[in-house]
């Protein structure tokens, strides 16, 4: 059996070209919300909650997974450190799948690359006014934890659970944007202009996060824009497409 980790829009990509092959698959997303969005594909088992190392390492053995393919979020560390960790101990094959970069083709001095989140609060202390907060629910508590005293308004995903979270972190529903992304450059814009924000934070999610229409909007706006970086992680086998993806997974499946 093939183990999938999706996190990314790309998993919908990855399921239907391997349905073409197969539908001995285990899927597994961190949320319930990520497992309906998969509702018309074909694969054995469905796992929509958050895996810890010991849970993950039950459901390989379980489920006789062969191959584990982490199609995670870039920013998904302890996801990705943990199917590493399994794989390694369990001796199956570690595969990932991760969304290109985007950053580097950027070379605007407005565009600010910050390798953690220190050197991201050093950053914004330096903001007078509003900050637009894009890196999602997750990062929250970090960017409270700053202390600032700018006005900052957090962009998060339009569910019930996200919403309460931000809700019970003391954040005011006029300091909240809730929507699912990706958006387009114009919408940026205009959440920029709306919230007369002097800075937007962001994590290089790639072309499919739509990295590239906020940092589009930065830069004609005339904002920092600041980007945490990427964790490095060492892979023996990674693939940015997922056509070759696909290839490897039919020719060494087992």
């Known amino acids: 059996m093939i183990g999938l980790i999706l996190g990314t829009s790309e998993g919908k990509n990855i399921l239907s070209e391997l349905n073409k092959y197969t539908d001995d698959i285990f899927v597994s997303t961190a949320t319930k919300y990520g497992g309906e969005l998969l509702d018309n594909y074909s694969f054995r088992v469905m796992n929509t909650k958050p895996l810890d190392a010991e849970a993950l390492k039950k459901v390989i053995v379980e489920h006789k997974i062969a191959i584990l393919v982490d199609a995670s979020h870039p920013y998904a560390l302890v996801v990705t450190k943990n199917a590493m960790d399994v794989c390694g101990e369990l001796d199956i094959e570690y595969v990932r ?20 989140h220190n050197e991201l609060h ?54 909240i944007i809730a929507i699912k992304g990706p958006i387009g450059y114009e919408l940026n814009c205009s959440f920029i202009k709306e919230y007369n924000a002097k ?3 962001l994590k290089d999610s790639g072309i499919e996060g739509g990295t590239k229409e906020k940092l589009d909007a930065a830069v004609n706006l005339k904002i920092p824009a600041f980007v945490l970086e990427r964790e490095k992680f060492q892979y023996k086998k990674v693939f940015n497409n997922e056509k070759e993806l696909i290839n490897y997974l039919m020719i060494h499946r087992r």
């Open 97 to 116: 799948y991760e969304r290109p970069s985007i950053i580097e083709n950027y070379h605007e001095e407005n565009i600010i690359k910050v390798k953690d």
């Open 122 to 175: 050093l950053k914004l202390k330096e903001i007078n006014g509003n900050i637009l907060n894009t890196t999602g629910s997750k990062e929250i508590e970090k960017i409270l934890a700053f202390k600032l005293e700018n006005r900052i308004i957090h962009r998060v995903l339009p569910t019930l659970e996200v919403v309460d979270k931000c809700v019970s972190l003391g954040i005011k529903p006029d300091d």
């Open 199 to 201: 800075a937007i934070i």
